[in-house]
T-cell receptor, first 115, second 116 residues
Framework: AQSVTQPDIHITVSEGASLELRCNYSYGATPYLFWYVQSPGQGLQLLLK??????LVQGIKGFEAEFKRSQSSFNLRKPSVHWSDAAEYFC?????????????FGGGTRLMVKP | NAGVTQTPKFRVLKTGQSMTLLCAQD?????MYWYRQDPGMGLRLIHY???????AKGEVPDGYNVSRLKKQNFLLGLESAAPSQTSVYFCASSYSPGRISSYEQYFGPGTRLTVT
C-alpha cells in the first residue's frame, strides 16, 4: 500500500524568505503526486500535480514542486513567501485501488509566516 | 458553479445522538468521498462512492454509514455519535477513471463536528 510522509509538522519562515516543504512517498509504481493547501477554516485547494513528463511542475500562487524518483520525494518550494501563504499543506499520492482512484495524504505541514 | 458544498458547517452532538452530513456537487462527477481530518493525521478516507447507488468502505469506516441516492449528493450518517468522532469532515468528488485527471479531487469547505 502507498504512504506519504511529511517530516515537518510545523515550519516558520520570515516573509520574503524562501520555502521548501518536504514530502516523501512510498509507492510501487509511477506515482501521481499532488500538493494541496488548506487555509484556516477552508477546504483543500489543489496547488499543483505531477502525472508524468517534466519533473519540475509549476502550480498556482508561485509554488513549484520537483519529483525525484531516486529519493521518492516531491518537495514543494516557493522563492519568496507572502504572509497569505500561512496555511496547512498536504502532500498526496494517487493510486488505483479497489476499483477507484484513491488519494493517500500525508499528515500535513503547518506553515507560519513571520512579518 | 458552486463546486462541492457541505451542510452543516458546524455541529455539536451529545454522545449517542445521530446526525447526517450532506454533500452536494454540481460538476457531474461520478466519484464522491468522505474524509475525516484529525491533527497530525492528514485526511483519512471514511467511505466513498463510485456512482449512484454504490458505496464502499475506506480506511476508517466504523461508526459511519453513507448513501448515494442521487449522483450529485453523498450523505454521511453517524447513528450513535461518540467523542472519538469529534473531527472535521470533508467531502470531495472527482471524475470517473479513464483519464488521469480523475485522480484530482475537489473538496468542500468542511464540517466541524464536536461530540461531547
Amino acid at each position: 500500500a502507498q504512504s506519504v510522509t511529511q517530516p515537518d509538522i510545523h515550519i516558520t519562515v520570515s516573509e520574503g524568505a524562501s520555502l521548501e516543504l518536504r514530502c516523501n512517498y512510498s509507492y510501487g509504481a509511477t506515482p501521481y503526486l499532488f500538493w494541496y493547501v488548506q487555509s484556516p477554516g477552508q477546504g483543500l485547494q489543489l496547488l499543483l500535480k505531477y502525472f508524468s513528463g517534466d519533473t519540475l511542475v509549476q502550480g498556482i500562487k508561485g509554488f513549484e514542486a520537483e519529483f525525484k524518483r531516486s529519493q521518492s520525494s516531491f518537495n514543494l518550494r516557493k522563492p519568496s513567501v507572502h504572509w497569505s501563504d500561512a496555511a496547512e499543506y498536504f502532500c498526496a499520492v494517487g493510486a488505483w485501488e479497489n476499483a477507484g482512484n484513491m488519494l493517500t495524504f500525508g499528515g500535513g505541514t503547518r506553515l507560519m509566516v513571520k512579518p | 458553479n458552486a463546486g462541492v458544498t457541505q451542510t452543516p458547517k458546524f455541529r455539536v452532538l451529545k454522545t449517542g445522538q445521530s446526525m447526517t452530513l450532506l454533500c452536494a456537487q454540481d460538476m457531474n462527477h461520478e466519484y464522491m468521498y468522505w474524509y475525516r481530518q484529525d491533527p497530525g493525521m492528514g485526511l483519512r478516507l471514511i467511505h466513498y462512492s463510485v456512482g449512484e447507488g454504490t458505496t464502499a468502505k475506506g480506511e476508517v469506516p466504523d461508526g459511519y454509514n453513507v448513501s448515494r441516492l442521487k449522483k450529485q449528493n453523498f450523505l454521511l450518517g453517524l447513528e450513535s455519535a461518540a467523542p472519538s468522532q469529534t473531527s472535521v469532515y470533508f467531502c470531495a468528488s472527482s471524475y470517473s477513471p479513464g483519464r488521469i485527471s480523475s485522480y484530482e479531487q475537489y473538496f468542500g469547505p468542511g464540517t466541524r463536528l464536536t461530540v461531547t
